[in-house]
């Protein structure tokens, strides 16, 4: 039958861009079922780069594209392939001739545009969704999760700074500059995790009237600090693992809280979980996880109270006297449970959390709707240390208890 987009009249629409990095699978094929005669292309950036850096081609027209009433020509398989070089994969079908790694280099397209025997759908076939790259071994745990994000834009260059060079406000080097302290340093190699940094035209000059937060986003030599982490594929491709303040130095060891995120949210209790690091005086800093749980779990543990108690909770805890009294027992998960799951997925022993309370009511969210981390950091500091006082009062207090879910 005719598509949607067809039917509503939508396939004027020739280009569609998607911000944010990634664009899952579903969200692609409901945008080819509006748009038909749209090319869809995704990038990856923020505002202070001139909202994009890299780019990624993720399909071309799923209909030929129809003259409009202007009478405008239809997009050629040359326009296609064109735009298919410009955002393709180095190396494939649909990449520039010349490799085009993150050095600011403009690339020559390659290959002859003015080929069109072939229709525009077969000329243009970029995967949906690349797969994982082959990260060699003692990286693969590291870096799983990841997501492409694609290829600079000509005159972009991007820099991964490995995480061991990572300082935090940039503080090293004696000479302070206009901009920042410290130098953006050489590239890591290719599978090397580290935070993505962006230099060229596309960088904003500064914060208007905040030098110190100016100083603090750049380096010396003028890359801009993204804030994400990421790597650099052999083929160029930037794939982003989040934020480097998700990264958490327990003992030593890096642990991307993200990547501890996704394997306790496997778990059958957990409906959302927020991993962040909280100190301490062996490890430096502790895997701590914030577990909002299921209806029909409870947690053997430390319970968090619910700053915005409703008149009709659905489910909230009960006493344990209620299940005596005929109710179903609820399904119990625990520290020592979650821990034993993610070991059951191949988690290393540093990356397992330490510390790890339940609550019913949803993670506490910020304006945009994502998981305020500061917030449930200091939520599990100020419980934990309370905790800590308690067992000094009083050895065992608390400890063992069980809250129990309305079921």
């Known amino acids: 039958g005719t598509s949607l987009g067809l039917r509503l009249g939508l396939h004027c629409v020739r280009r569609i861009l998607v911000g944010a990095g990634g664009t899952a699978l579903k969200v692609q094929d409901a945008v080819g079922r509006a748009f038909p005669s749209a090319e869809l292309i995704s990038a990856y950036g923020m505002t202070e780069a001139c909202s994009s850096m890299t780019f990624r081609y993720l ?66 076939t970029v995967p949906a969704s690349l797969p994982a790259p082959e990260v060699p071994g003692a990286a693969r745990t590291e870096l799983n999760g990841a997501q492409c994000v694609g290829w600079p834009a000509p005159g972009v260059q991007i820099l991964i700074r490995p995480v061991k060079d990572l300082v935090a406000g940039g503080s090293v080097g004696a000479d302070e500059g206009p901009i920042g302290r410290e130098l953006g340093g050489e590239c890591a190699p290719p599978y090397v995790l580290g935070e993505v940094l962006t230099r060229g035209p596309h960088v904003m000059l500064g914060y208007w009237g905040d030098p110190t937060a100016s100083r603090e986003a750049f380096t010396y030599d003028g890359w801009l600090r993204t804030g994400d982490l990421g790597y650099l594929a052999e083929d160029g491709a930037l794939w982003l693992m989040g934020r480097a303040k998700d990264m958490i130095k327990s003992g030593g060891e890096n642990v991307f809280a993200p990547q501890v995120e996704a394997v306790l949210s496997s778990h059958p209790a957990v409906a959302a979980v927020a991993v962040v690091g909280l100190p301490d005086e062996r490890l430096g800093e502790m895997v701590a996880a ?26 909230t805890p009960m006493a344990p006297a209620i299940v005596g009294a005929g109710n179903r027992a609820p399904r119990v998960t625990s520290l020592g449970d979650l821990q034993a799951h993610c070991r059951a997925q191949g988690m290393a022993g540093f990356r397992l959390p330490r510390f790890a309370v339940g609550q019913w009511q949803p993670l506490p969210t910020n304006s945009s709707g994502k998981v305020h981390k500061a917030v449930v950091r200091e939520q599990l500091a100020v419980l934990r240390s309370d905790m800590d006082a308690e067992r000094g009062r009083t050895p065992g207090t608390q400890i063992g208890c069980v809250a129990i879910s309305r079921l």
């Open 59 to 124: 399909r071309g027209p799923a209909a030929p594209a129809a003259s409009t009433a202007s009478g405008a020509a239809p997009a050629t398989a040359a326009v296609v392939m064109a735009a298919a070089r410009m955002w393709g994969s180095p190396g494939s079908a649909s990449s520039f001739g010349s490799r085009h790694v993150g050095s600011g280099s403009t690339p020559s397209p390659g290959g002859d545009l003015g080929t069109e025997d072939k229709s525009a759908a077969e000329q243009v």
């Open 290 to 315: 914030l577990v909002a749980l299921r209806e029909g779990w409870t947690f053997l543990g430390p319970i968090m109270p619910n700053p915005n108690p409703n008149p009709n909770p659905n489910p």
